[in-house]
Structure formats: C-alpha cells, structure tokens
C-alpha cells in the first residue's frame, strides 16, 4: 500500500487536519488553532470525524479564515464532504454543515 505524504497548502490557504481532533496549520506548517472535544452518544467513528471536521471548520470561521482546506484520513468524510451521496445518512446534517 502506498503511503501519502501530507503536502502544505497554497500561499494564503490554511489547513484543517481532521482524525477525531482538529489542528489548523498555515503555510509553513505553524499551528494556528488545535481543539479535541468530548462528544457523548457517537454513532460511530464516522460521526466522530464529521464531529471534528465541524469543529476545524467552525473554529476556522471563527477566527476569520475564508480559505482553508479539510484533510482527512476517513474515505467516507471524504465522500460526504465531496459528494451528494450521503444525503440520507443520519450525519447529512452535519455534512450539511460541513459544505456551508
């Protein structure tokens, strides 16, 4: 299996890194922001990387970043961020969320 490397952001973007917390680093990789929650009643670990992608993009918003990008290692966040395919799921609220 091929490993990918995680690459830095373009000049004026930063970079909402997802698992189940959030670090937002700029372009030379400094850390701007870093949160990890508690979250009671989780679903499963799909809700729980959605929690934290909501928590890096709102976090983002709030300190006034308009350009960022969502890294993750989750395929399916990937996929709900990305596409219409989730519109059914219990999460598409969050997904929701995540895209506005």
Do not use: W
């Not at 990890?36 to 918003?61: E, I, N, P």
């Not at 970043?65 to 395919?85: F, P, Q, R, W, Y």
């Amino acid at each position: 299996r091929r490993q990918q490397r995680r690459c830095r952001p373009g000049r004026d973007v930063l970079k909402i890194n997802t698992d189940v917390n959030n670090v937002i680093r700029e372009t030379s990789g400094q850390v701007i922001s870093a949160g990890a929650g508690r979250c009671a009643y989780l679903m499963d670990t799909f809700h729980a990387k959605l929690l934290a992608c909501l928590s890096g993009v709102r976090a983002a918003g709030e300190q006034g970043m308009s350009h960022a990008v969502i890294e993750t290692d989750s395929m399916l966040v990937k996929l709900a961020i990305e596409t219409g395919t989730f519109a059914l799921a219990a999460t598409r609220g969050i997904v929701y969320e995540i895209k506005t």
